[in-house]
């Protein structure tokens, strides 16, 4: 894979599922908590997927009010991830609950059609459509280079 666009995972120190992720150089320690085994130090696979929701949710509200000239108050995006069960109705289904909280009260036709984007950054749209999954054993693939998620969140950002 490209380094400037791959994510790589491996094990690393002690306990059973502490990983080293790095990313453009950046290293992230992914674990699981001390009560299901882990070490508790750093975020679970699950809260890094919420975190990338949360996250690009985030800068898609910042570009469109930038390119809207609106002036947002300070806000957080907070996603919880759960696993809704069907009571036997089919599999399972994950669910991503996503709050975004302004520091100060704002019109209501720009908080809905803040909403409205939301729902257009590129993880959510990634989320809700579904996607693939390829594995190879030893082989590197490539990734999607940083660029083409800007240009996605700048299509979501159009009106």
């Not at 699981?32 to 750093?42: A, Q």
């Not at 019109?107 to 999954?133: N, Y």
């Amino acid at each position: 894979m490209d380094d400037s666009s791959s994510v790589t995972a491996r094990p690393a120190g002690w306990g059973k599922f502490r990983t080293e992720i790095a990313v453009r150089g950046a290293r992230i320690v992914a674990d699981e908590p001390i009560e299901v085994g882990g070490g508790g130090e750093g975020p679970t696979p699950f809260e890094l997927l919420s975190a990338a929701l949360a996250a690009c949710t985030s800068m898609t509200l910042r570009l469109y009010a930038q390119r809207k000239g609106w002036t947002l108050p300070t806000f957080t995006v907070e996603v919880g991830h759960h696993l809704a069960g069907t009571e036997g109705a089919g599999p399972d289904r994950d669910r991503f609950d996503r709050r975004i909280a302004f520091d100060a009260p704002l019109p209501e036709e720009q908080s809905a059609r803040l909403l409205e984007i939301a729902d257009k950054c590129p993880v959510h749209r990634t989320l809700m459509r579904g996607f693939e999954v390829t594995t190879r054993y030893g082989v590197p693939g490539t990734a999607e280079p940083p660029a083409r998620h800007e240009q996605e969140m700048e299509r979501a950002c159009e009106d």
